[in-house]
Nanobody, 125 residues
């Protein structure tokens, strides 16, 4: 059973940076990997995704140009570098996959069936 564990969350002031990590319990070669975030009372929203071998990276409009998703398959790791953070970036960040190669329909949470437990990010103004 593939499991995902996120880390790297914390508290930071607006304009700062954080790097989140997602460690998989098994190799993730060939899988689209995604990051989502959620705040209480709101729907879980897509942040970024990276396809097999990193050939394609996808971002929501709200983070485009500020966040960078990457992966190191040999280490079973996926990362989310978050720069120029804003208070609206506050939330619990989740790593997810459905073990597909392509990231079709990447921004829909129903696409994914494997989720980590999340790591909390708080951005203060």
């Amino acid at each position: 059973q593939l499991q995902l564990v996120e880390s790297g969350g914390g508290s930071v002031q607006a304009g700062g940076s954080l790097k989140l990590s997602c460690e998989a319990s098994q190799y993730i070669f060939g899988y689209c990997m995604a990051w989502f975030r959620q705040v209480p009372g709101k729907e879980r929203e897509a942040v970024a995704a990276i396809s097999d071998l990193g050939r394609d990276t996808l971002y929501s409009d709200s983070v485009q140009g500020r966040f960078i998703v990457s992966r190191e398959d040999e280490k079973k790791m996926v990362y989310l570098q978050m720069n120029n953070l804003k208070p609206d970036d506050t939330g619990v960040y989740y790593c997810a996959t459905d073990r597909r190669v392509a990231c079709n329909n990447w921004s829909s949470k129903s696409t994914y069936n494997i989720w980590g437990q999340g790591t909390r990010v708080t951005v203060s103004s």
